[in-house]
């Protein structure tokens, strides 16, 4: 493992796919994660079973809260059902 870890203070993004990383502004980068959302909930439009093309994924040692609002998310905003979490295992 590293001896030290570089924290990020501002959001970084690619102009070109392998690109480097430049600087960016909030609103860009939430900007660019809105666009790359309705992408992938576009490219399965039939998708209206709850089985879109994004899955959430949820960790056992988050509180209930943070899981509950995860699975909003994925349902509520998203369009998903496609949620689990590591509490099974």
């Not at 666009?35 to 399965?44: E, H, L, P, V």
Request: overall charge positive; aromatic content about 6%; some cysteine.
């Amino acid at each position: 493992m590293p001896k030290s870890y570089v924290r990020l203070t501002q959001p970084l993004v690619r102009d070109t796919k392998g690109g480097e990383l430049r600087p960016a502004t909030w609103d860009e980068a939430l900007d660019r994660t809105v666009a790359g959302f309705r992408a992938a909930i576009a490219s399965r439009p039939e998708a209206t079973d709850g089985r879109g093309p994004i899955g959430i994924f949820s960790c056992s040692k988050s509180t209930n809260e943070v899981n509950y609002a995860a699975q909003k998310l994925s349902r509520m905003v998203l369009g998903s059902n496609n949620i689990d979490s590591c509490n099974r295992t």
